[in-house]
């Protein structure tokens, strides 16, 4: 390096990942840009905080939130941060920390087995897993990146020969299992391999990343810490996952928390082959396939940007990760410039240190960004869109939005639930009828080192822990991951074409033998009723008798129920398998024929949800808690409704309604304005039901059963009346 | 009235008890106070909504949150806003709208008897209880006193003969059990009366509301629905109110909730006095007591300005409420122009359509406004500061602050809790160990009417519903409102003058026949903990040996605890009475002698409480719930400390640390840094106690217990070494 003491922009002599000549001739009026400059203002005060530790490379020894484990991962962000700003700046003491680190690694590398924590299928170096490793590779490949030049031809082969190809060939080689999966984890490890390739321009290790190991030797038994195979396609390497992992619509058959864990690897690889192999065309790759899946993620989130968490996802991960900051810029700059996703960019309020970044800071400073509106939508699953999918509608009401999720996706490998059908609602960034999410405190260390809980698989994954019916007390597929990952439910019907009703149907024949099931779940506006509803009507076929119980989980204070509640003395779980063992029975009642509510009170709001009773239904009251020896569950409410039955529909409506304050004491619309629920007609070919508001005003919806075309012409007889319509649905008030 | 098209300047032809000639002189330059301009804008929305409304004074019927109940009181509401839109707009639309509502209830009133529904004590005519009837008469004088003049002579004959002089003796002549008590309801009624009397110019009836009824026949066994005496004192009347009340520092006897509920009336009436009647110099009555009130009040708050829940109060009131804004401005205008509470006002963002409130427009305008600095105080209690107090603490941290509030005050009449000692903890705006509050849903119907429920009784205002020691599983005072308010706590020490160590200690002596308690509360930061520390010293001294239950009310998810829990495989309640019934037993689990820690995370942040246990401590895990056949409580978690002994001290850290982020999923400072708690030296003269920081940093504290002088010079020998010190307290660091 030299040792001028002003600084000075770098040139490149080699082929960077990150930046090219136009790009750093546009840093000092980069600096210009609000958000570029606040950016990299953040990554040095974040740099130099680091740097006044000193160089820490401990020898590895502690689990995730243990003091090893942060270090090391402290180490790979700031190494790569450090990196950048050495490109930006000119300033030499952040390419000195850089190579310090590297050196101390390098020093440390040789003498390092596998991690001594044998949890994980594939144990690491720095870390449990070689997940992190791989993280770490992915980071520090950037960092090299930057620095390649400064450094020495010497010092250089020190860093590559005792810690860079050897971590590579680590983590590719002689980890098979970890490398030559279909799995968000391979990812990161085609990726890291990757990008080190492209620095150091080995056009093998850059061939392993794309195409994966020709002879992985594995064995098809093996299974992961999740249970998942190992060994469950032919196919490896970086575009194989491309063409595998994703749906055509861009959905990650895990769910959002785990797509923006795994769409890292995925666009700071590609951004880094557009670089340096421009000819690859990665981001036209399956009809640009990378755009869609960031524009599927940003989608998959309530209006504050929170992630649905279907599957195992910890609550509270949104857009505003730092996985999302790199995808929305990448995307930005790489895949089409879409104006709306500025404005999510400028609610993360940072931007990356490089070229994606400096053109998003770029065009929000000349005022081309547009709000990003969250849009009704369905996204299929499943590698060519076969696989079901997931229905989300959106109405905007005067008085505030309703958003309810149906999913009735695949599996969702490793990490799917048994949550066929089921249904989760929103309004605004607010759960109103939850999905649990994941029993893990991710990263925090009493919570067993922050890894998956037991409860995940014995409650959280299990159907009764969803909005979901459950038959005969069984979850899905008896619990099976590998049977559900056989079948998946199918989408019947979807519309969010109107302003006044949007729906959405979904059937499955699977998840319990010799029963079908139908959930149609509509948001419906009228200016009778001040805010968006929500009609669920559930039809379940069997030829024999069952149990059924159909619970929603709600949040807030229970105000009133029109049944007689009788409640338990001493509680006692629910069941004793199937997650029924983790709810505690708080009260019981019977519901007469008839319309049966309940309200509660949640954020200063009411909610009632009205169902249509048979004689005999029992109503429960429960909450989650039950053989729960750690206190690992959250202690959350539910409601249930019970029926033995062979063939029957349920049918409910959700209306949020009124408000209070607890500053004026006002309370304003506190009582349910459903009347008069029922159904009206019903036959294998359709159902039909009606409701009044109570000011008399009627409404009716049909829905087709058994034929879904768009096109077909339908009709019933009502009261001798004929009502006819054509499509899969017919919704009109009377 | 006249009937000119354009707008114009009212003229007073009477003494009004709002305006005089000089504000409405002012009115078109307030015009361009922001505040006031906007105040007048929302007071007209409201105004005009209500009016589009048409006039409804409907046969009184139903309870608070059903339709006649809601409706008399938006009726009184925008009868008080209109009446002074017409005085600050001019337009006699305003003036129409509130003559033919009091025209129309003229027509009304004499048909009335008292209302159907015979719950209270005093039944009111337009609402189920005198009270609101008190609340029709304060709003109501203010908008006939604003369309006096503009009313011919004929009109206001049948409003003052049919509505208002009726009414005005039928809260206080007619109903003396109500008009002539010393309590907050009387409040109501005496200014209601005394209002009038200046506006329709009556010195008898400003008489009587000052004095009260010269004889009331009223018989002193007599309770109302809190089961406390009516007839408590001699004296009656607004004067006595002011007298009798309030302690010399403002605080009132039944908390900030009830407080802010009561001072509405008294500062109304007080300006109302001082308009019509200046002579009164009411504002200058028992040394200016009426803004140390309103002082008072606003410090009886956490950092988002809502109320500490002490006695029967419902979370979420706060400085933002009606009555405050009206407090903050006459206390502004009329007691002291504190510029302090311009910054408070700035936060209501609205402002009084008066003197009052352009004065505080005007000031804010000016840039006269200064931040509000909640500051650690101690409040008395007792007419004349006798009777014990509240002492509360603030810190602020670099990263946070904390404050606490220890309770030693006098009972609190009819809302006051079983709460000797009682400790509550908050965090800038939040929580972290809750007063349970009061159980109550107010206003909302379907919880009992809104009005108090029977877990109030049986659950929050026992003793194990707070965090105070519980002695024999019994309440203080066996329970008996009778008994408590015979007795009081005391302050044995408050010092605040420190950066390092804020502490306040106080004593009770008959909570527990035959038991003394002395509590000592320190808040205390020093650069080795990131944020400041609460330090809990509770000695119990009896002869004979004891069941002690110590409870701490925490909020969220439990991580971890250092003792074994056994868990209960199906709950059942703590016990029988006392609000034993109420909680849940979930685990228990036995400490060993030494530091006992447990370890929550809420709103992203840790917790520990490290506790000093005695060999067979028996600790316990309950949640509230039990017995509440219609879900009347929350579900809270508590952790409790037993123990069986005879004299004792239970010695407690709590330590907030670390963070969490849901979104980058790093956990940082997960574990708690205080080890080695321990007992250096107990006597019956001192308790003096040891901690340590993780680093080895060692913190003592000694605690004088029985001479609380602040010049008095105490030692003792710990390990053979002098510690001496002077006053009641001594902090070091070794
Ligand atoms: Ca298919
Ligand atoms: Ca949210
Ligand atoms: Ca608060
Ligand atoms: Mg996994
Ligand atoms: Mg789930
Ligand atoms: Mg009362
Ligand atoms: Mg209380």
Redesign the interface.
């Given at each position: 390096g030299a040792c001028d003491s002003s600084p000075k922009k770098q040139t490149l002599g080699h082929t960077s990942i990150l930046f090219d000549e136009a790009t750093i001739a546009q840093v000092d009026e980069a600096m210009s840009w609000p958000l570029f400059e606040q950016s990299v203002a953040e990554a040095k005060s974040f740099v130099e905080e680091q740097m006044a530790l000193g160089i820490q490379v401990p020898v590895p020894k502690d689990l995730a939130?243990g003091y090893t484990h942060?270090r090391h991962k402290l180490n790979y962000l700031s190494m790569q941060q450090a990196g950048k700003l050495f490109i930006i700046t000119g300033e030499e003491k952040y390419a000195q920390y850089v190579k310090d680190l590297l050196m101390a690694y390098a020093e440390l590398y040789p003498s390092l087995d596998r991690h001594p924590s044998r949890k994980s299928y594939s144990p690491g170096k720095f870390f449990w897993q070689c997940l992190n490793d791989a993280n770490w590779l992915v980071y520090t490949s950037q960092a090299y990146d930057c620095i390649y030049d400064w450094m020495s031809e010497e010092e250089r082969n020190i860093v590559e020969s005792k810690l860079l190809r050897p971590q590579a060939d680590f983590l590719s080689i002689e980890t098979p299992q970890f490398f030559n999966r279909i799995h968000n984890h391979s990812t990161w490890a085609n990726a890291g391999v990757g990008m080190l390739g492209l620095v150091i321009g080995d056009t093998l290790l850059v061939h392993r990343s794309l195409y994966g190991l020709e002879d992985d030797g594995l064995d098809t038994e093996t299974t992961d810490n999740d249970g998942a195979r190992i060994k469950n396609q032919e196919r490896a390497g970086f575009l194989a996952q491309l063409d595998l992992l994703f749906s055509p619509d861009g959905f990650y058959a895990e769910g959002p928390y785990y797509q923006r864990y795994a769409i890292y690897p995925f666009v700071v690889f590609a951004a880094s082959l557009q670089n340096a192999k421009p000819d690859q065309k990665i981001f036209e790759y399956r009809d640009g396939i990378l755009g869609k899946a960031v524009y599927a993620l940003v989608n998959l989130t309530d209006e504050e940007g929170e992630f649905f968490p279907i599957n195992d996802a910890?609550?509270?991960?949104?857009y505003?990760?730092?996985e999302l900051i790199s995808a929305v810029n990448i995307a930005y700059h790489f895949a089409g410039q879409n104006p709306e996703l500025l404005s999510i960019a400028q609610k993360q309020n940072t931007v990356l240190l490089d070229a994606a970044g400096m053109h998003v800071a770029k065009d929000i400073e000349a005022g081309m960004s547009q709000p990003f509106a969250h849009k009704s939508m369905e996204l299929t699953d499943g590698t060519d869109g076969n696989s079901g999918g997931l229905g989300i509608l959106r109405m905007k009401g005067e008085t505030g939005s309703l958003s309810a999720v149906l999913k009735y996706t695949a599996q969702g490998m490793g990490h799917g639930h048994f949550d066929k059908l089921s249904l989760s609602v929103y309004q605004e960034g607010a759960e109103v009828l939850q999905d649990y999410g994941v029993a893990r405190?991710?990263?925090?260390?009493?919570?067993d080192g922050?890894g998956y809980l037991s409860e995940n698989q014995t409650f959280a994954k299990q159907t009764i822990a969803h909005n979901a019916l459950v038959v005969n007390r069984q979850s899905h597929y008896t619990g099976s991951t590998e049977l559900g990952s056989q079948y998946h439910s199918d989408r019947f019907f979807f519309d969010a074409g109107n302003e006044d009703i949007k729906i959405v149907s979904a059937k499955d024949a699977h998840a319990y033998e010799g029963i079908g099931q139908q959930r149609t779940i509509a948001l419906i506006q009228d200016e009778l009723f001040e805010k968006p509803i929500l009609i669920d009507v559930l039809s379940v076929a069997s030829e024999s008798k069952n149990h059924y119980d159909l619970p929603y989980y709600y949040f807030g204070?229970?105000?009133?129920t029109t049944w007689e509640?009788k409640?338990a003395?001493?509680?006692?779980p629910l069941g004793e398998s199937d997650g029924y063992q983790h709810l505690?029975m708080?009260?019981q009642g019977t519901a007469s024929a008839g319309n049966s509510k309940i309200?509660w009170?949640d954020r200063n709001q009411f909610y009632t949800l009205s169902t249509l009773s048979l004689e005999g239904d029992q109503m429960t009251?429960a909450?989650t808690?039950a053989?729960?020896?750690k206190?690992n569950l959250?202690?959350d409410?539910m409601v249930m409704i019970s029926r033995e039955d062979a063939s029957t529909s349920f049918v409910s409506i959700l209306e949020p309604h009124g408000s209070?304050s607890?500053?004026?004491?006002?309370?304003q619309g506190?009582?349910s304005q459903v009347q008069g629920l029922k159904i009206l007609f019903e036959s294998e070919e359709y159902i039909a039901i009606e409701w009044q508001h109570i000011s008399g005003q009627t409404y009716r919806l049909a829905i087709a059963k058994s034929n879904n075309g768009q096109e077909e012409s339908h009709q019933i007889k009502i009261e001798n009346k004929l009502w006819d319509w054509k499509g899969s649905y017919s919704y009109i008030k009377i």
């Open positions: 939130g942060e910890q609550k509270g991960m949104s505003y990760s730092r405190f991710v990263n925090i260390e009493q919570k922050g204070q229970l105000l009133s509640n409640i003395e001493t509680l006692r505690w708080e009260a309200t009170m009251l909450r808690g053989n729960d020896p206190f959250r202690r409410p209070y607890t500053v004026s004491e006002l309370s506190a009582s």
